[in-house]
């Protein structure tokens, strides 16, 4: 039986939405906390399994279970509750935290990535309680704090994950399935000079000219990456993002800070990243006489499944009885499928409403017909998906 929304019943999903943009959650400040309480009350009300789990304090990841006839088996959903900054707000057309719905778009921060598509698992649990539906397996909800930042909540979870049989990352892929994403990694680089009078310039090591160095070196080396390309995940890559630096205008910088993003593609790892980086760093070294330091903010691997794998195919399955084009993608931004897979050893499918190039945007939107569609197939999934081989 296919699921479809009443009118009523869209409206209630477009609630539950609007109820989470309210709710600011910017990962930078740690500010997760009323979105946490929501969930947590959300499910308590429909007298669901729910608990918190402490990150630091004020910062819960929310663990959710919906218990299925056969609670040998089950799937998990990972959705993270915070969102980016809200950015410039003279340039968003309305408020980012008051939600407004426009064009049939829904608008505010976090709408796309991703309260649009934790607003669905919501509204499908509660679907099911009110229409008595038993899935034939368990529902694990695994809802993070601190995805956008340092993946603080996930790494929590990690310590002692839930054993599951099949994950699905919620990230906006706009309802279609993705079989892989890149890795991310970040790096702090800060170098250091001597500082001097500039009118003897001389005398000091400047350490913005060495900066200088190090970005012309990255840019060689993001040149080089991009003739590499793999199915899904694309080619990796390496992009200097934020440089501070230097005191006055007539004092030679002694010191000089960068950030740099990476991504990896499946061959690539923490450590040979850092390695590529630090052979940089010391040939700069050598020809400038400023020593670098080299610090890893963060790091995600890459992810990836086997589209050819039996629960891959009953998810396009699923896609295609809905109607829906099943054709595996890949993710192009990070997420974090890649650190589930690698510490459960559990295969991760990408999959959400809305579009991941309307993420981290000034008037950041959700489509309805997006949000309505996700509810019912985030249903159909978790109602139908079966763990045996003879799936019809």
Same mark, same amino acid.
């Given at each position: 039986?296919?699921?479809?929304?009443?009118?009523?019943?869209?409206?209630?999903?477009?609630?539950?939405?609007?109820?989470?943009?309210?709710?600011?959650?910017?990962?930078?400040?740690?500010?997760?906390?009323?979105?946490?309480?929501?969930?947590?009350?959300?499910?308590?009300?429909?007298?669901?399994?729910?608990?918190?789990?402490?990150?630091?304090?004020?910062?819960?990841?929310?663990?959710?279970?919906?218990?299925?006839?056969?609670?040998?088996?089950?799937?998990?959903?990972?959705?993270?509750?915070?969102?980016?900054?809200?950015?410039?707000?003279?340039?968003?057309?309305?408020?980012?935290?008051?939600?407004?719905?426009?064009?049939?778009?829904?608008?505010?921060?976090?709408?796309?990535?991703?309260?649009?598509?934790?607003?669905?698992?919501?509204?499908?649990?509660?679907?099911?309680?009110?229409?008595?539906?038993?899935?034939?397996?368990?529902?694990?909800?695994?809802?993070?704090?601190?995805?956008?930042?340092?993946?603080?909540?996930?790494?929590?979870?990690?310590?002692?994950?839930?054993?599951?049989?099949?994950?699905?990352?919620?990230?906006?892929?706009?309802?279609?399935?993705?079989?892989?994403?890149?890795?991310?990694?970040?790096?702090?680089?800060?170098?250091?000079?001597?500082?001097?009078?500039?009118?003897?310039?001389?005398?000091?090591?400047?350490?913005?000219?060495?900066?200088?160095?190090?970005?012309?070196?990255? +840019?060689? %080396? $993001?040149?080089? #990456?991009?003739? =590499?390309?793999?199915?899904?995940?694309? *080619?990796?890559?390496?992009? /200097? &993002?934020?440089?501070?630096?230097?005191?006055?205008?007539?004092?030679?910088?002694?010191?000089?800070?960068?950030?740099?993003?990476?991504?990896?593609?499946?061959?690539?790892?923490?450590?040979?990243?850092? +390695?590529? %980086? $630090?052979?940089? #760093?010391?040939? =700069?070294?050598?020809?400038?006489?400023? *020593?670098?330091?080299?610090? /890893? &903010?963060?790091?995600?691997?890459?992810?990836?499944?086997?589209?050819?794998?039996?629960?891959?195919?009953?998810?396009?399955?699923?896609?295609?009885?809905?109607?829906?084009?099943?054709?595996?993608?890949?993710?192009?931004?990070?997420?974090?499928?890649?650190?589930?897979?690698?510490?459960?050893?559990?295969?991760?499918?990408?999959?959400?409403?809305?579009?991941?190039?309307?993420?981290?945007?000034?008037?950041?939107?959700?489509?309805?017909?997006?949000?309505?569609?996700?509810?019912?197939?985030?249903?159909?999934?978790?109602?139908?998906?079966?763990?045996?081989?003879?799936?019809?």
């Amino acid at each position: 039986m296919k699921i479809k929304l009443t009118n009523q019943e869209r409206q209630r999903l477009l609630t539950i939405a609007e109820d989470l943009i309210r709710l600011e959650s910017d990962s930078l400040y740690g500010s997760e906390k009323a979105v946490s309480d929501y969930i947590f009350q959300f499910f308590q009300k429909l007298q669901t399994e729910v608990q918190k789990q402490e990150c630091t304090p004020g910062r819960d990841n929310i663990i959710a279970r919906i218990k299925g006839t056969d609670s040998s088996h089950c799937t998990m959903y990972s959705g993270h509750m915070d969102t980016v900054p809200l950015g410039n707000l003279s340039r968003w057309t309305s408020h980012p935290l008051r939600p407004a719905v426009r064009n049939g778009n829904l608008y505010g921060r976090g709408s796309c990535d991703m309260k649009g598509s934790i607003a669905c698992t919501l509204f499908a649990a509660e679907y099911m309680r009110r229409h008595g539906l038993v899935p034939n397996h368990d529902i694990l909800f695994v809802y993070d704090v601190d995805e956008e930042n340092q993946n603080l909540g996930l790494k929590k979870y990690l310590g002692s994950p839930a054993p599951a049989d099949l994950i699905l990352v919620g990230e906006p892929t706009n309802l279609r399935l993705n079989a892989g994403h890149r890795g991310v990694m970040a790096f702090t680089v800060t170098i250091h000079g001597k500082s001097a009078h500039a009118g003897q310039a001389a005398l000091g090591k400047n350490a913005i000219y060495a900066a200088a160095q190090v970005i012309a070196s990255v +840019k060689a %080396l $993001e040149k080089e #990456l991009s003739k =590499i390309s793999q199915k899904y995940v694309g *080619a990796p890559s390496i992009t /200097v &993002t934020q440089i501070s630096g230097g005191e006055k205008v007539n004092v030679v910088p002694d010191r000089t800070r960068l950030r740099i993003d990476r991504r990896l593609i499946f061959g690539e790892n923490c450590f040979s990243c850092t +390695k590529q %980086l $630090e052979e940089i #760093l010391k040939d =700069i070294e050598k020809e400038t006489g400023c *020593a670098a330091e080299l610090e /890893v &903010t963060t790091y995600c691997p890459p992810g990836k499944i086997d589209p050819d794998t039996f629960l891959f195919r009953q998810l396009a399955f699923l896609l295609e009885e809905a109607g829906m084009n099943s054709h595996p993608e890949g993710f192009p931004a990070s997420c974090e499928a890649g650190l589930l897979q690698e510490k459960c050893r559990i295969p991760a499918v990408i999959f959400g409403p809305g579009s991941i190039s309307l993420a981290h945007q000034i008037d950041e939107y959700i489509s309805l017909d997006q949000l309505y569609k996700g509810a019912e197939l985030y249903i159909q999934f978790f109602t139908k998906l079966n763990y045996t081989e003879n799936f019809q």
